[in-house]
C-alpha cells in the first residue's frame, strides 16, 4: 500500500509541475495561456482516479457480496459484471493518458516568441512524462487487480495472461491516440457510434492512411510497452521478494 501511495504521490506532483510550467509561460514571458494542456493534464489524469476508484469500489463490495447471495443473485456473477463495466469505462479514458505523447510537436509554439525553446521543451517534456506516468500507474493498478482477483491472487510473478491483457490495453490506448490527434475523437464520442463510424469510413478512405494508422499504433504502442514492461516486472518482483 505504501508504494501504491507512493507512485500516486508521484504521479500528482507530475501533473502538477507540468500544470505549473504552463502557467508560468504565460505569466513570466507575457504569452497567451495556452488552455488546452491544462485541459490536456486533467483528462490525462482520469484513468488513474477511475483505476483507484475500481480498486476502492471492489474493497467495499466485498463483505456486502455475502448479503448479495443471499438476495438470490449470484456473488459471482455480480463481481464479474462490476469488473466489466469498471475495466470497460477505464479503458475508453486510458487514451486520453498516452496522449500526451503528441504534445512533444510543440504545436503550441508560436513562430514568433519570446518564451525560448529551452523552456518549451522542458514545459512539454514535463508534460508528456506526467501523461506516461498517469498510464503507467493506472494501468499497473489495474493488471494488479487482475493479477489478484482472477488469474492468480498467490501468483509470485505476473502471469502470461496478466500480460496479454495489458499489451491488448497499450494497443488499444495507441489506437485511441491516433483517433483524437487524426479524427479528433474523444472518450465520450462513444455515445454516438454511428457519427464514429462514418467519420471513420472517410477517413480510411484516404490513400495512405491505414499504413500511416498502423505506424503510428505500433511506434506510440512499442514506446509505452518499453517503459511499462519493465517497470511493472521491477515493482512485481519487489513485492515477491517482500513476501
Known amino acids: 500500500m505504501y508504494a501504491v501511495i507512493t507512485a500516486v504521490v508521484c504521479a500528482?506532483?507530475?501533473n502538477v509541475t507540468a500544470a505549473v510550467?504552463?502557467?508560468?509561460?504565460?505569466?513570466?514571458y507575457g504569452v497567451r495561456l495556452y488552455r488546452?494542456?491544462?485541459?490536456?493534464?486533467?483528462?490525462?489524469?482520469?484513468?488513474?482516479?477511475?483505476?483507484?476508484?475500481?480498486?476502492i469500489g471492489l474493497i467495499v463490495l466485498t463483505p456486502a457480496l455475502a448479503g448479495i447471495g443471499s438476495a438470490g443473485i449470484s456473488p459471482a456473477l455480480f463481481l464479474w459484471g462490476y469488473l466489466a463495466i469498471a475495466t470497460v469505462v477505464w479503458l475508453l479514458f486510458?487514451?486520453?493518458s498516452v496522449y500526451l505523447i503528441t504534445e512533444l510537436n510543440l504545436?503550441?509554439?508560436?513562430?514568433?516568441?519570446?518564451?525560448?525553446l529551452w523552456y518549451d521543451i522542458v514545459q512539454t517534456l514535463t508534460?508528456?512524462?506526467?501523461?506516461?506516468a498517469n498510464a503507467v500507474l493506472s494501468l499497473a493498478?489495474?493488471?494488479?487487480g487482475l493479477i489478484v482477483?482472477?488469474?492468480?491472487?498467490?501468483?509470485?510473478?505476473?502471469?502470461?495472461?496478466?500480460?496479454?491483457?495489458?499489451?491488448?490495453?497499450?494497443?488499444?490506448?495507441?489506437?485511441?491516440?491516433y483517433l483524437g490527434r487524426y479524427l479528433r475523437f474523444n472518450s465520450w464520442d462513444v455515445r454516438h457510434p454511428g457519427g464514429m463510424v462514418r467519420k471513420l469510413r472517410a477517413h480510411f478512405a484516404i490513400r495512405g492512411k491505414t499504413l500511416e494508422a498502423i505506424g503510428f499504433v505500433v511506434s506510440h504502442a512499442l514506446l509505452v510497452a518499453l517503459i511499462y514492461v519493465p517497470l511493472f516486472s521491477l515493482t512485481v518482483a519487489a513485492l515477491s521478494v517482500a513476501r
Open 21 to 28: 510550467f504552463i502557467v508560468l509561460r504565460a505569466t513570466v
Open 127 to 132: 508534460l508528456t512524462v506526467s501523461g506516461i
Open 141 to 144: 493498478i489495474v493488471q494488479f
Open 94 to 96: 486510458f487514451p486520453n
Open 36 to 55: 488546452p494542456m491544462l485541459v490536456n493534464i486533467a483528462l490525462s489524469f482520469v484513468p488513474v482516479v477511475l483505476a483507484i476508484a475500481g480498486a
Open 149 to 177: 482477483l482472477v488469474f492468480d491472487p498467490v501468483a509470485l510473478t505476473a502471469p502470461a495472461a496478466s500480460w496479454v491483457f495489458a499489451g491488448v490495453v497499450i494497443v488499444l490506448g495507441a489506437v485511441g491516440v
Open 12 to 14: 500528482v506532483l507530475l
Open 107 to 116: 504545436n503550441h509554439r508560436e513562430r514568433k516568441t519570446p518564451v525560448p
